[in-house]
């Protein structure tokens, strides 16, 4: 172990960690004077036992030249770290144990206990009677004797290089650490993200619940920010840009209007006449009969009801089978719930010279989603019509499904959101339908995609009761109510669609007409510019197969380790004003790679977008000649 | 679309399939379990199936009965908190999606409303998450900072979700009373109820996580005071330990109290998610719209479970949430602001109950907040020989004998509890007295009748 002159720090764990004092730590950092200082002093003292340390300096801590080359490397070997790198110099948010009793010091130990690392800054603690000298603590053993709690972490020190001060308050300093105290009590001029993260370090013990590990992540945040800061056409987000059809405005005016008694709490599990509507129009559809008390849930949206069917159905170590690409909310709801996600991806088989790609070409490998099936197997999730692809299974593949399933003794969730947006002859058969099915199947349905109102977040899950019932547990644990006149409209508009059932006059006759036509609007123009989109054959949805540019301008701007279809994104944003989904993010992590060429555009959009669309195309379009 | 005809054989084809795939397995299994061995629930929701509400809301769905269960107003919310929401559902944008972790307006009404009462600004993107109702916020907290092993403190009686929340979460629910000193003569009020320092201390341990406070107070009906506050404070600072703050009543306090937040208290908001709900603000509960508010290192975990769970509110909703908050926010000292003139709308309700439940010669807990008031049913004698199901608490009994005898609905106050305490509750039943004069005076007739019949 190397050692470091003047430092030492060792971790006893005589210490119960978990003992509250309230001690302040300034840490301050001379910038490009390669030292350090430190500084320990208590802040609110309520242990009477603690020896006052005010401000006990420790000198100069010679830095290692060259120190702030190697710290951005540091982000990916600590995961819980946070850098910001301002290319000038660092400093550094110490992880803040300071929860002891007895006596404390605060040291600093510089250096790395691992190859090839230089200057981390670990505060560890030492007891105040021993002296100087002496080794540094290596990490493990560093959080070992932190176990449970937050493990250390580094972060940069941003902003100009001029000397600062950065305070981190302990968990029993009374006063928060915000905007007002930062400029009234202390020199920092540190900017207020950074404050976020000392405070972040406020607690000792772990804050976040381990089900959230990894999936706290959202690819949506980033790409809708930057939609709304250039001035673009946003075909990122999947919903519509025109309103909801007459019948069913009018219909959420009168849930608005009517009875005032819509705007109090309705039946726990739907409203009564929205489950009864449901369980007739649906129980024709699956040839099914539906106990509308038994057999439907209303949830917050689709994709509440895929959150609540999760948390109802999968345990830690259970395995759910995720056709890929897929809506990229599975694989965290399957994670949040501790299951394993096991992945089978959609496979593009040839199409013929100068054949547009189609959706339907993308298949399941039979052997391949056999061989994913395993005792521990709880759950398989199917989307059909596919978001993001578009493609409406067939008769066969959902056959197949089905019997493995069965085989297999899974319950299979069906996210059939788009049902009513199937084109070119093509039909969407509900998997619930297939002999034997009905008994494992959930089938998830959305008002927002039915009726183009997806801001009234009225979705439902119809299926068994023996799986239903678990549900039912998940959502009064959950949220108990979904909003009453939201459910009043819907409950309306479905009468609307029974009347009307197959009739020119019905919305899921209108709506699909009037998408298609978006639809083939959009794969001509986007093939202007050099886009080959995969045509689909139901949703909302089209992927544009981006290889070409990805051979012609492989050196997008972005990170070398971000997938190319992302920085094709970004870069088509910035610089031709049209906003997509790069599809790789409904791939899981290691297939990323290998599907960094396509994007995804929403085409149910009004009229006028799709103009506005065509005209950045125009423009890219006359950029593209010589 | 559908292929209707396809389940025209499926029945006779479904027994077959079973048979073949499950033969060897149902061998010796009861009927129940023959379908299958691995679809059953998840272990995180065994045993919380039963729910209160849904029990006693059909019970009292019967129209003749008077409910004064559910929390439910029955009362008109503020004509323009309705009048909002019908212009804005004429706005076609305000149909579709919005931002996931609450609609820009709301978030940003609810930070300028809020930041009268907190010294600090509030990040109106960081630090407020919109939710699905205030059970929504409860389930985010709970989901998002809680762990598996950890312990929760939580105080009894307790709104009843907290219990199945804290167990869906894997963590292990730690109980302390709520206990009454004894008051001769006077009346009885929701302060004499208290919790006893040295009893609180004694349950924090390296384990708790959290404790989950409620004030003003459901059932009871008490508004903690700063002693009180300063108590639980101390130990969550003391015991490094989240406080989650139920605080959905906020307004409705009633005359010579106060409501004082948690978070405002030295040391706590960096340890603090108070939770706010429309539902109690408004008296628009079916709107399910509900709020987080918190240090940005706790509220991004529970925008986790958000994102995760149902992404985002109805928009509509929000909107018109935001546009009644300003109006309000703008006459925060006038009597006319719906936050002063509910309460003030209600002590009068209170003050009505709490005569005919005397009148029947109940010592009823006068409430100095929320619209929820208890009494000791027991005093009553009621005659529950012919209620069956024996193994029930005396108050679940009480409240079922009385929706069927007396058409009267209430709530039973043990369901408040936790399993082993239920008997330490079960004389007492909560009534609802956020309803409009009419179901007051069906409920004052029948009270009358009761009387009558009595002596």
């Not at chain 1, 493990?140 to 972060?155: D, H, V, Y």
């Not at chain 1, 199409?351 to 391949?368: I, M, R, Y």
Request: charge should be neutral; include cysteine; hydrophobic fraction near 40%.
């Amino acid at each position: 172990m190397k050692k470091w002159k003047g430092q030492k720090s060792c971790v006893d764990r005589r210490y119960s960690l978990w003992k509250r004092t309230c001690v302040r730590v300034c840490v301050s950092a001379g910038v490009r004077t390669s030292c350090l200082q430190v500084k320990v002093a208590p802040a609110t003292v309520e242990e009477e036992s603690l020896p006052v340390l005010s401000q006990q300096t420790w000198g100069s801590i010679p830095l290692p030249d060259g120190t702030a080359n190697s710290l951005e490397k540091i982000a990916n070997a600590y995961p819980t770290s946070s850098f910001l790198d301002n290319g000038i110099s660092f400093g550094f948010a110490a992880e803040v144990l300071l929860c002891f009793s007895g006596t404390l010091t605060l040291e600093l130990c510089v250096g790395d206990p691992r190859p090839g690392l230089r200057a981390i800054f670990w505060p560890v603690f030492s007891s105040i009677s021993s002296a100087p000298g002496g080794e540094v603590t290596s990490v493990p053993r560093l959080w070992e004797a932190c176990s449970g709690m937050w493990q250390p972490s580094i972060c940069i020190w941003p902003g100009s290089s001029r000397e600062r001060r950065l305070e981190l308050l302990s968990l029993g300093a009374c006063t928060r650490l915000g905007r007002g105290l930062l400029s009234e009590k202390s020199p920092i001029a540190t900017p207020p993200t950074f404050c976020s993260l000392c405070l972040q370090f406020a607690m000792a013990k772990r804050l976040q619940a381990r089900r959230l590990d990894g999936i706290d992540h959202n690819p949506w945040v980033e790409f809708s920010r930057m939609a709304s800061e250039y001035d673009v056409v946003n075909l990122g987000q999947g919903f519509p840009d025109f309103p909801p059809p007459d019948f069913a405005v009018q219909a959420f005016q009168l849930a608005l209007s009517s009875d005032f008694m819509l705007n109090q709490y309705t039946k726990a599990f739907g409203y009564p006449p929205l489950t009864e509507i449901l369980a007739s129009f649906f129980g024709k559809l699956l040839g099914q009969e539906i106990d509308p008390l038994k057999n439907v849930l209303v949830t917050v949206g689709a994709y509440g009801a895929l959150f609540t069917a999760f948390q109802a159905l999968v345990d830690e170590g259970d395995e759910v089978i995720i056709i890929e690409p897929f809506f990229d909310c599975y694989e965290p709801m399957t994670l949040m719930a501790g299951g394993r996600p096991v992945f089978v991806t959609l496979k593009l088989s040839p199409t013929q010279d100068g054949e547009l790609d189609s959706a339907s070409n993308w298949q399941l490998d039979p052997t391949e989603l056999a061989s994913k099936f395993t005792s521990r197997t709880k759950a398989l999730v199917l989307n059909t019509p596919n978001n993001p692809l578009g493609k409406v299974f067939s008769e066969a593949e959902l056959e197949l499904v089905a019997s493995l399933c069965q085989q297999h003794d899974v319950i299979c969730i069906s996210d059939e959101v788009y049902q009513w947006l199937v084109y070119d002859g093509h039909q969407h058969i509900s998997i619930a339908s297939l002999p034997g099915m009905w008994e494992r199947t959930l089938t998830i349905g959305s008002a927002g995609k039915s009726f183009s109102a997806t801001g009234w977040k009225v979705g439902w899950a119809l299926g068994p009761d023996r799986l239903l019932k678990h549900l039912r547990t998940v959502h009064q644990n959950t949220i108990y109510h979904c909003p009453t006149q939201g459910q009043a409209a819907v409950a309306q508009s479905f009468q609307h669609e029974q009347a009307h059932f197959g009739q020119a006059s019905s919305y899921f006759v209108q709506l699909p007409e009037a998408v298609l036509r978006s639809r083939d609007h959009m794969v001509r123009s986007l093939q202007s510019v050099g886009l080959r989109p995969v045509i689909p054959q139901g949703s909302y949805f089209l992927i544009a197969d981006i290889s070409d540019f990805k051979s012609k301008m492989p050196d997008l701007p972005g990170d070398a380790e971000e997938p190319y279809d992302s920085r094709f994104v970004k870069w088509m944003i910035r610089n031709k004003g049209l906003a997509a989904i790069p599809a790789s993010i409904f791939y899981s992590m290691p297939h990323r790679k290998h599907f960094d060429h396509y994007v995804r555009f929403c085409f149910v959009k009004d009229e006028s977008t799709l103009q506005a669309m065509d005209e950045k195309l125009q423009r890219w379009k006359t950029e593209l000649r010589p | 679309m559908f292929l209707a005809q396809r389940r025209l054989c499926s029945l006779d084809s479904r027994a077959k399939f079973l048979k073949t795939i499950y033969s060897s397995k149902i061998l010796g299994l009861p009927a129940s379990a023959k379908m299958s061995l691995k679809i059953t629930n998840a272990k995180r929701i065994e045993g919380l199936d039963s729910n209160v509400w849904v029990e006693f809301t059909k019970l009292a769905a019967d129209p003749s009965v008077v409910n004064l269960g559910q929390g439910l107003p029955d009362i008109s919310p503020p004509v323009y908190v309705k009048e909002k929401l019908s212009k804005i559902a004429a706005i076609d944008s305000l149909n579709q999606y919005t931002r996931g972790f609450g609609h820009p307006s709301l978030v940003k009404a609810l930070a300028c409303l809020y930041e009268k009462f907190y010294q600090n600004q509030i990040n109106p993107n960081k630090e407020i998450l919109v939710t699905v109702g205030a059970y929504g916020s409860l389930f985010n907290a709970i989901q998002g900072l809680i762990d598996k092993g950890d312990e929760v403190i939580i105080i009894m009686p307790f709104y009843d979700c907290y219990e199945p929340m804290v167990r869906m979460a894997g963590a292990t629910p730690v109980f302390i009373p709520l206990r009454s000193k004894p008051v001769d003569g006077k009346r009885w009020s929701s302060s004499d109820w208290t919790l006893d320092p040295q009893e609180l201390a004694s349950k924090f341990n390296s384990k708790t996580k959290a404790i989950i406070l409620n004030t003003p107070h459901n059932p009871i009906g008490k508004v903690y005071t700063k002693e009180e506050l300063q108590v639980i404070a101390d130990l969550c600072i003391k015991n490094d330990t989240l406080c989650i703050s139920d605080e959905v009543y906020e307004w409705l306090v009633y005359t010579g109290n106060k409501h004082l937040k948690i978070a405002t208290f030295p040391g706590m908001w960096e340890r603090t998610i108070t939770i706010g709900s429309a539902g109690k603000t408004f008296s628009v509960t079916g709107w399910k719209l509900g709020w987080s508010i918190g240090p940005n290192h706790l509220i991004k975990h529970l925008q986790t479970v958000q994102q995760n769970s149902v992404y985002t509110c109805a928009t509509p909703l929000q909107e018109a949430l935001a546009q009644a908050f300003w109006i309000d926010i703008k006459r925060m000292d006038d009597p006319e602001c719906y936050f002063n003139s509910l309460p003030k709308e209600l002590e009068v309700k209170r003050d009505r109950m709490v005569h005919l439940l005397e009148s029947l010669g109940l010592k009823p807990i006068v409430p100095d907040g929320g619209y929820f008031i208890i009494a000791d049913v027991s005093l009553l004698d009621a005659d529950l020989s012919d209620m069956k199901d024996s193994n029930e608490p005396y108050d679940y009994k009480f409240v079922k004998w009385m929706t069927k005898n007396k058409k009267l609905s209430a709530i039973p106050v043990s369901a408040f509890c936790n399993e082993e305490t239920k008997l330490q509750f079960e004389k007492f039943v909560r009534f609802c007295f956020i309803k409009k004069d009419s179901t007051l005076d069906a409920a004052e007739e029948i009270i009358k009748a009761w009387i009558r019949q009595k002596s």
